[in-house]
Structures are given as structure tokens and as C-alpha cells.
T-cell receptor
Framework: GAGVSQSPSNKVTEKGKDVELRCDPISGHTALYWYRQSLGQGLEFLIYFQGNSAPDKSGLPSDRFSAERTGGSVSTLTIQRTQQEDSAVYLC??????????????FGQGTRLTVV | GDSVTQMEGPVTLSEEAFLTINCTYTATGYPSLFWYVQYPGEGLQLLLKATKADDKGSNKGFEATYRKETTSFHLEKGSVQVSDSAVYFCALWNTNAGNMLTFGGGTRLMVKP
């Protein structure tokens, strides 16, 4: 597609349920990032995929969070046993990294997650 | 680890006023620096960037100069418009930090007519 696509755009879930958030990056982009943006806050890094390298999971806040990227393209962020503090906008971004050069990171519109 | 610090908002200005949003960073090596903007109800989009010391990024009347000696990348605009009201994020990308894209906390700008 023309840009980074995220789905769903909005998700309301009950506390304790599992959720899956999807990100379709721009075709050919090797790098994919997940961030979380809580109301009125900055961007909190969650996880980073680059090509076939092992992902950088250093930002995942707990073991309830996991992510995968299949075939170097689509990524899914899974939150198990959701808690109210997980409520936030989850943003995905992709960019093309060639060696030491990183081009612009393009962001999706985000998924607004509300845990009730 | 790498970090980006921005001035806290909100910043409230009248139309045609001069804007400065301060951004300083801590990083090893030679990171690339970015300003992203998030307009109300929209996603983040790149505003401008600079990839090496003394580079000046510019777009839509906004400018920022990569100052390695002061580790800063302050955003400026000579005459703001109501349409510039948004949240601005300073960010850095550093190959020395595993290609991480690190963001500051964001600064909300409100421009009044």
C-alpha cells in the first residue's frame, strides 16, 4: 500500500482479555517499530524489527506483551490479559534501512486501545 | 542510553509570533536528528531532519540546525500560523544504539488568532 496501515483503528476490550494489533508496513521497508502513546504523553518505544535480525524487545513493559513479524512484512503486537493501564494509542512505523543509512520513518494512524 | 529532552508545553503563541522549541539530546557517535509533527486527529509525520553536524533541516517555514557542540536541535519558525497548532516531537536515530529511533516527550503548540 501507499502507507503504513494499522488495524483495527479502535479497539475496546474487557480487562483480562487478549488483543492483537496489526501493522502492514510500507512494502520493501526493512525496519518496523512499535510505540505506545498514552494520553498527553510522548512516545514509548516497545519493540523494533530490522530485516532478519533478532528484534529489540527492550521496550516491552511486561511479559504480557509480545510481537512478531512474519516474512519480514506484517507485524502483530499481542497483549495478553489486558489491564486498564494498557489503554493507549499503539503506533507502528516503518523505514528503509540500508547499511548505516536510515530513511524517514513513516507512521501509521495508530490503534486506540481502551481496556474497560 | 540515548535520550531526547524537549521543553515542556503547552506553548501558547499569537499568530505571527516567533517560535522556538528547544530540544537537546544525549547519544554516542553521530546520530541523525528529526522533528516530527502530529496535527490534531492525525498521525505522526516527518517535519524535517538533519543527518550530520551543522546541517540545517527546513520545511514549511520551520528550521532546525544540528549543533553537535551543544547537542541541540532546536526548532524555530519566524511567524507561526493557527494551522501550526500541533504536537511536535524531537527524535534521534543512532546506529550506535542498535538503530533505535528515540523520541522526546513532545511539545504541544497552540497558536491563537
Amino acid at each position: 500500500g501507499a502507507g503504513v496501515s494499522q488495524s483495527p483503528s479502535n479497539k475496546v476490550t474487557e480487562k483480562g482479555k487478549d488483543v492483537e494489533l496489526r501493522c502492514d508496513p510500507i512494502s520493501g521497508h526493512t525496519a518496523l517499530y512499535w510505540y505506545r502513546q498514552s494520553l498527553g504523553q510522548g512516545l514509548e518505544f516497545l519493540i523494533y524489527f530490522q530485516g532478519n535480525s533478532a528484534p529489540d524487545k527492550s521496550g516491552l513493559p511486561s511479559d504480557r506483551f509480545s510481537a512478531e513479524r512474519t516474512g519480514g512484512s506484517v507485524s502483530t503486537l499481542t497483549i495478553q490479559r489486558t489491564q486498564q493501564e494498557d489503554s493507549a494509542v499503539y503506533l507502528c512505523a516503518s523505514s528503509l534501512v540500508r547499511g548505516l543509512v536510515n530513511t524517514e520513518a513513516f507512521f501509521g494512524q495508530g490503534t486506540r486501545l481502551t481496556v474497560v | 542510553g540515548d535520550s531526547v529532552t524537549q521543553m515542556e508545553g503547552p506553548v501558547t503563541l499569537s499568530e505571527e509570533a516567533f517560535l522556538t522549541i528547544n530540544c537537546t539530546y544525549t547519544a554516542t557517535g553521530y546520530p541523525s536528528l528529526f522533528w516530527y509533527v502530529q496535527y490534531p486527529g492525525e498521525g505522526l509525520q516527518l517535519l524535517l531532519k538533519a543527518t550530520k553536524a551543522d546541517d540545517k533541516g527546513s520545511n514549511k517555514g520551520f528550521e532546525a540546525t544540528y549543533r553537535k557542540e551543544t547537542t541541540s536541535f532546536h526548532l524555530e519558525k519566524g511567524s507561526v500560523q493557527v494551522s501550526d497548532s500541533a504536537v511536535y516531537f524531537c527524535a534521534l536515530w543512532n546506529t550506535n544504539a542498535g538503530n533505535m529511533l528515540t523520541f522526546g516527550g513532545g511539545t504541544r503548540l497552540m497558536v491563537k488568532p
